[in-house]
């Protein structure tokens, strides 16, 4: 079911050795971080000093895992690639489609009546193509992870932000759009910019109510939400051995907070004994043998400064539990501080719900410290004031804190246990009463805390803390509340204050679990028929998008010439769209609506030359598309910025759009559109953005003569008869071009695959 041990073990075998090349090829000491990507280098990639924040390298990573919402194009994408098995090992994890509702077993079953289609799809695939598959109800995608799959000197991507969550168990783990993830299961290399490295040195040991979770609640203090941006974060010192493996899982797991690529922890003993408790002993034999290389080098730890790009310390033995928020997570405020805060800006104070675990704090520790809390208000005989949440992130984590009287706990203080599932971390709660949007306060243990992020309500302020801070919280009803400090009067009058929250960081019974919900890949999967139902509306096989014919492109149409800012959201909203992620065609609907018409400044109201009407951007290039007409696009500066979302790529290609020429690009995108088999050109002059005109026909001149590092010419038709030629740059190298002329990168696998 678990771990791919021989894997890992190849990967040890010789991982003291790439270090040492490594060593030499950058010409100096390694941080943990660099010696695991210089470790995953792809085997085509050049070996030389990587210039951090600069070079881009190919890497070769151990294990990809995808979550129900994006692996569904990922997977219809996959299933392009003409390959009997995914190349590297693969997991799915259904966790995003479940609501929280009414409680764990009846929203189990109707987010499985409700989302039954793409499941049976999911697990089809996975069936088909040697992916493991979590059902419904299994967990979150970076709790089974941790439990399952996460291995120190490891490199993994996944399909989600907080992928980087396995951080805490010593791997670089980097969230990715769907395209990152095909490459890597087609067995093509994953291109990254090399990080930069901040290090954050603990010392200390955290005590009393500070728990790891306010390291980070710090941390996102200093470094605020866009401080990590294309760096890793390493954390090192006495402090961080002395932290939990989870709670380094929970630190690593914020890190997303701060923009950051990952973070991560080098190998230690609570590592060792996590792995030890979750069942991997010879994993754990195998790390042990090897731990002296998976740290930073010694040069590194002893002049931090000297090595890495920013350092940041914090001294554990004084550190504060934090709260922060409203809106926003690294609006930082410690306990003690949040009174006179909270007053001056007006937040309301009154907590409405407390709500603990996510794939950031459900950990066995997480849970048995904010039990000891919760167990207080009946011993102590006090008036729980708010209502009380708890969301698991394992079925092995809930059966075990189950088994040990931990839920029985929350039950008392009148505690609603929701499925193993993201929830309310992801709107996905049913909140009774949200539509109203009133002003209201809720705390919680997950890790994102924006506006409508928990119920929909844009005016529910949500605060991040510990969850044993979250729990003191609920009972006490009052954001302003510091269990440090302040006393709650009891039901007999008698004020009384909390004790310092306790529990053990592993169960000392050892974790326990009936099913895992755990469906492994048949052997074989060649004779497994893949479940898509024609008529299905959120689902639709993909087909192979068409191949060049080798001709310049002629006769084509302007379908929008997009005026200044134009990120992968004005052209594939998200919102009520992710519905569709799975179903190329009616996603297509919202394709470009968020851009606007440099034309007449509107959005999604463009001129269609066929009929000369006005109409929004998807229909007018369905109705080009019907007849046969190339369409381009043409956009201002960093165009396609924002996510990684391959949907912006993939829907124009989809709608007929063949160029997409802009003043420049956001790399991701550009490269998204390259996969796509489009054309993606920067023109050379940029103030030619100016003569391209609402109701010009474009002819490409030269693109049959399409070669890397060669310009082409583009010659714009004007409706009064004059024309424009423009010329155009473009970065593709022989393999994209390749990518080009066969109509897409997955087309060309395929290709390759059956010679
Ligand atoms: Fe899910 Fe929220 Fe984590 S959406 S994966 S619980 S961040």
Redesign the pocket.
Known sequence: MTFDLDMIKKVYSDFETRVNDARAFMGRPLTYSEKILCAHLDPKQVKEAFKRGESYVDFAPDRVAM?DATAQMALLQFMQAGKKQVAVPSTVHA??LIQARVGAEKDLIEAENKNNEVYQFLQSVSNKYGIGFWKAGAG???QVVLENYAFPGGLMIGT?S?TVNAGGLGMVAIGVGGADAVDVMAGMAWELKFPKMIGVKLTGKLNGWAAAKDVILKVAGILTVKGGTGAIVEYFGDGAESLSCTGKGTICNMGAEVGATTSIFAYDNNMSKYLRSTDREDLADAADAVAHVLKADPEVLAEPQKYFDEVIEINLDTLEPYLNGPFTPDLATPISQMKEIAEKNGWPTKIEVGLIG???NSSYEDIARAASVAKQAKEKNLEVKAEYTITPGSEQVRFTVERDGFLKTFDEIGGKVFANA?GP??GQWAREGAEKQEKNTIVHS???NFSKRADGNPNTYAFVGSPELVTALAIAGDLTFNPLTDKLKNKDGEMVLLDEPNGDELPRLGFDVDDPGYIAPAEDGSKVEVVVSPTSDRLQLLEPFTPWDGKNITGAKLLIKAYGKCTTDHISMAGPWLKYRGHLDNISNNMLIGAVNAFNMETNNVKNEEDGQYKPVPDSARQYKADGVPTIVVGDENYGEGSSREHAAMEPRHLGVRAVLVKSFARIHETNLKKQGMLALTFDNKEDYEKIQEDDTINFLDLDQFAPGKQLSLEFVHADGTKDVIVTNHTYNAGQIGWFKAGSALNLIKLMEKQ
């Open positions: 979550q966790d995003h979150i995608i970076h989600d907080h996510s794939c950031t993201c971390c992801i997950f890790n994102r």
